[in-house]
């Protein structure tokens, strides 16, 4: 089992910058962050490998968030700047077993509980 804790969430106005992290209870593989709006589906944002060689970014967060990871901290990050309002939902880490990285929900075993982000206009 793997426990995830997520911190750095808030309210930001538009075109400001969050930094989320995710704390591990122990060493992961892929991790990735998702994210949901209320009424709406969860939504792979960004994902990395095991290493942090490879990552995978939605197409609307793209140029605007960077997902990092410190393996000797077991915490991944999620920088996230030029926010916008439609940004605003909750963000949730998750781990897979699995070196392959994916933004697909279905994919992942453990998931945090999540952190709230809203960007007001």
């Known amino acids: 089992q793997v426990q995830l804790v997520e911190s750095g969430g808030g309210s930001v106005q538009a075109g400001g910058s969050l930094r989320l992290s995710c704390a591990a209870s122990?060493?992961?593989?892929?991790m990735a962050w998702f994210r949901q709006a209320p009424g709406k589906e969860r939504e792979g944002v960004a994902s990395?490998?095991?290493?942090?060689?490879?990552?995978y970014y939605a197409d609307s967060v793209k140029g605007r968030f960077t997902i990092s990871r410190d393996n000797a901290k077991n915490t991944l990050y999620l920088q996230m700047n030029s926010l916008k309002p439609e940004d605003t939902a909750m963000y949730y880490c998750?781990?897979?077993?699995?070196?392959?990285?994916?933004?697909?929900?279905?994919?992942?075993?453990?998931w945090g509980q999540g952190t709230q982000v809203t960007v007001s206009s």
């Open positions: 990395i490998s095991t290493g942090g060689g490879s990552t």
């Open positions: 998750a781990a897979r077993g699995s070196s392959w990285a994916t933004l697909n929900p279905y994919d992942y075993n453990y």
């Open positions: 122990r060493s992961t593989y892929s």
